[in-house]
C-alpha cells in the first residue's frame, strides 16, 4: 500500500518513529515549508532559515539513501500554506490510501492534525514521539496524585532509570544538585573560547535568500547566521562545546557579561530540538568527558540537568496542562510588551544589551532569558501572552511545549507556581552581581549623589507589596517580606509611586 510519512521540521532524525519500517519501493516521504508555520508567531529570519535549510539538507540526505521525497517548497506556487493542506495534497497527488506521521510537539499542530484525521475517516496513523526519555504516560504516572510539580524530584527518577552519573544506587559525588557550584561570576580577565559557528553553504543561503524575500518585516537579522543545519555539523558542535566549553560550564552557567551571547553555553539546543543531535547523545558525550577526566562534576551534571531534567520535566508539563495552561495569568498581569523588546532601544544596558543579541544571533543563554527579558516582565507585570509570543518568535531554539512553561512558569510565575517554587524576581543587584551590564550604565543599582536609580530596584519591592496577598506566604520569599514589615508606610508609598512613575515611562518609550 501507498504510504505518505510525513516530516515536520523539528524531526528531522533519521529514528523518527514515522520513518520506521518506511518501504523504499512504496512509500514517499512529505516535507513542506508553509508560511502558516513561519507567521503564527512572526518568527526570527534565522530560526526560519534554520528550519528550512535544515529541512532541506535532511531530505537530500533521505534521497541518498534512496528514498523517495516529495518537498515542497514555501514558494511553490500550488503551496496551500498549512501542513494538513500539504499532507491532503499529497496524498491525491500519490494516489496514497495511508498516511503515517510523528505526534506534532506543539497542541496547535496536534489539535489541527487531530482534527483532520477526525474528519479523514482515521487515514492518518499518528506515531509517538519517543525521541524523549520519558513518554507521555511516564510523566503522568509521575505527576498523579501531587498538588505541585519539582523537577528535581522527577530529575532523580530518571537519573536512576538512565544510570546517567549514577554509582550504582547513589549518585556520583554524593549529590543529586551541584547547583550551588553553578552561580559564579564571571571574572573579568578569564578568557572566553571562540565558539564554532557554520558559515552558509549554497542551500542555507538559498534559505536566506527567501525569507527575505518572503518575509522581509519579521524580527532579526541573517549577517551572523551560523547554526548547525546538517547531522554533521551537529556532531561537529558537540565534539566542540564538549572540548572547549563544558570545563568551565559548571562554574559559570549563571554568569553574563556585555556583548557575549554565548560564553561556555553549549549552542546545542538548535540541534536537539529539531533533531539533529538526539539528548540521549549529548547526555552521553558530557558523561563520558567527566569520567574520563575531562571536565569536573558540577560541569557534567550542571548539562545533564538541563536536558535529562529540565527539558523532559517542562515537555511533561506542557503536555499534561495544556490547553488551559496557556491562559494562566496567577499575578494578573496585563501590561502591554514595550517596544524595546523589539528595538533593544532603552537606556537600560542589560536589557538592550540582551534584546540586540537576540536580534544578531536569535539566542541569548538562559539566564539572560530568565533574569534580563524575564525578570523585568515580571517585575513589570508584562501580559503573559504577549511576552509567551516575543519568547516563542526571537528564539531559534523556541517551540511551544519547550517555551510556554519556561515563560509561563519560570520567567513570569503566571502558573501560580505549579512548575516553579518561587517567582525568580529581582533587583539590580542581581544584575551588578553576575554581570558587567551596570558598568556604565546611566542607571545604578546603588545609586549615589546625582545617579538615577536602577528601573528594577523600584520595581521588584513594588512586585511585592503589589502582590503581597499572593506570595507574602511562600517560604521562599520570607526574607524580602521581613524586610518589607519593617517599612514604613510612607516608605512603601514612596516605592510604589516611583515604580509607578517607572512604568509611567515605560510606556512612553522614555525608560
Not at 513542506?32 to 534565522?46: I, L, N, S, Y
Not at 543545519?229 to 562545546?241: I, M, P
Not at 549563571?254 to 547523545?281: C, K, Q, W, Y
Request: glycine content about 6%; aromatic content about 10%.
Amino acid at each position: 500500500m501507498r504510504t505518505v510519512r510525513l516530516v515536520l521540521g523539528d524531526q528531522l532524525t533519521r529514528d523518527l518513529s514515522a520513518l520506521r519500517g518506511l518501504d523504499k519501493t512504496q512509500d514517499v516521504v512529505l516535507m513542506a515549508e508553509v508560511r502558516e508555520e513561519g507567521t503564527h508567531v512572526r518568527h526570527h529570519k534565522q530560526k526560519i532559515v534554520l528550519i528550512f535549510s535544515a529541512m532541506r539538507h535532511f531530505a537530500e540526505a533521505l534521497r541518498e539513501e534512496g528514498i523517495e521525497v516529495d518537498y515542497v517548497r514555501l514558494d511553490d506556487p500550488h503551496n496551500t500554506g498549512s501542513l494538513t493542506g500539504e499532507l491532503e495534497r499529497a496524498l491525491r497527488r500519490h494516489k496514497a490510501k495511508q498516511a503515517v506521521m510523528t505526534e506534532p510537539g506543539e497542541w496547535r499542530l496536534r489539535a489541527a492534525f487531530d482534527a483532520w484525521q477526525k474528519a479523514h475517516n482515521g487515514l492518518l496513523e499518528m506515531a509517538e514521539d519517543d525521541r524523549f526519555f520519558a513518554s507521555h504516560a511516564r510523566f503522568r504516572k509521575w505527576a498523579k496524585g501531587r498538588k505541585s510539580f519539582r523537577m528535581e524530584f522527577f530529575y532523580r527518577e530518571l537519573r536512576r532509570e538512565t544510570g546517567f552519573l549514577m554509582e550504582g544506587d547513589e549518585p556520583a559525588g554524593g549529590k543529586w544538585n551541584y547547583d550551588s557550584e553553578n552561580r559564579k561570576a564571571l571574572p573579568k580577565k578569564l578568557a572566553l573560547p571562540e565558539r564554532l559557528r557554520f558559515p552558509p553553504d549554497e542551500t542555507t543561503r538559498e534559505a536566506m535568500a527567501l525569507v527575505e524575500r518572503e518575509f522581509p518585516d519579521h524580527f532579526g537579522t541573517l549577517d551572523r547566521f551560523g547554526w548547525p543545519v546538517t547531522r554533521q555539523e551537529a556532531l561537529r558542535a558537540l565534539d566542540h562545546f564538549i572540548e572547549e566549553a563544558l570545563p568551565f560550564f559548571g562554574d559559570y552557567q549563571d554568569a553574563m557579561r556585555e556583548s557575549e551571547a554565548f560564553l561556555f553555553h553549549s549552542l546545542l539546543s538548535t540541534s536537539v530540538n529539531i533533531g539533529l543531535l538526539s539528548p540521549r547523545e549529548v547526555c552521553l558525550a558530557a558523561e563520558e568527558a567527566w569520567r574520563e577526566g575531562q571536565v569536573p562534576l558540577n560541569a557534567a551534571e550542571g548539562f545533564i540537568r538541563q536536558i535529562l531534567g529540565w527539558r523532559e520535566y517542562v515537555r511533561g508539563i506542557y503536555w499534561l496542562k495544556m490547553p488551559d495552561y496557556a491562559e494562566t495569568n496567577f499575578l494578573d498581569a496585563h501590561e502591554p510588551l514595550p517596544d524595546f523588546y523589539w528595538t533593544g532601544e532603552t537606556k537600560m544596558r542589560c536589557l538592550s544589551d540582551v534584546v540586540k543579541q537576540t536580534r544578531d544571533h536569535a539566542y541569548s543563554h538562559h539566564i539572560q532569558r530568565l533574569m534580563v527579558t524575564g525578570n523585568f516582565a515580571l517585575l513589570a507585570g508584562i501580559d503573559p501572552k504577549e511576552i509567551s509570543e516575543w519568547y516563542l518568535a526571537v528564539y531559534a531554539d523556541a517551540f511551544d511545549w519547550v517555551e510556554l512553561p519556561n515563560t509561563h512558569g519560570m520567567a513570569i510565575f503566571a502558573d501560580g507556581g505549579l512548575l516553579a517554587s518561587k517567582p525568580y524576581a529581582a533587583s539590580g543587584a542581581y544584575i551588578n552581581r553576575m554581570s558587567n551590564f551596570c558598568e556604565g550604565c546611566p542607571y545604578a543599582p546603588k545609586p549615589r549623589a546625582g545617579q538615577e536609580p536602577c528601573p528594577l530596584n523600584a520595581l521588584y519591592w513594588a512586585f511585592l507589596v503589589r502582590n503581597r496577598h499572593r506570595l507574602s506566604k511562600n517560604p521562599r520569599l520570607a526574607m524580602p517580606y521581613r524586610t518589607l514589615e519593617k517599612w514604613s508606610p510612607q516608605r512603601r508609598n514612596e516605592i510604589m509611586k516611583d515604580a509607578e512613575a517607572t512604568l509611567s515611562r515605560m510606556r512612553r518609550g522614555e525608560l
